[in-house]
């Protein structure tokens, strides 16, 4: 099994920066793809961006290109999200998740995704 424990979430004011962590345990390995989801109340969960666990290539949502960065601390098994430049619309529970696949790593088709965390909020205010 895969543990996956999110943290960083807060309050900010629009145009400010959050980042978040994802600490991993368990059975995870290269064969593993991670990526951040979000969810805003009332809406579905959308992807956010995703990368291969110890990889180095990554996909992002529309949405966040220019503004989020991932990146991972493989000493560590820790994934990032810094969140720069934040908007009231970036607000949303924020879940860290993990699938095994070989396939490229995009933040996308969340049924499949086995792993997740339990959440961070972020909330941005105007």
């Known amino acids: 099994a895969v543990q996956l424990v999110e943290s960083g979430g807060g309050s900010v004011q629009a145009g400010g920066s959050l980042r978040l962590s994802c600490a991993s345990s368990g059975y995870i390995s290269s064969r593993h793809c991670m990526a951040w989801f979000r969810q805003a109340p009332g809406k579905e969960r959308e992807g956010v961006a995703g990368?291969?666990?110890?990889?180095?290539?990554?996909n992002y949502a529309d949405s966040v290109k220019g503004r989020f960065t991932l990146s991972q601390d493989n000493a560590t098994n820790t994934l990032y999200l810094q969140m720069n430049s934040l908007q009231p619309e970036d607000t949303a529970m924020y879940y860290c998740a993990a699938r095994a696949t070989w396939a490229a790593c995009r933040p996308e088709n969340i049924a499949a995704f086995d792993y997740w965390g339990q959440g961070t909020q972020v909330t941005v205010s105007s």
């Open positions: 990368i291969r666990f110890r990889g180095s290539t990554i």
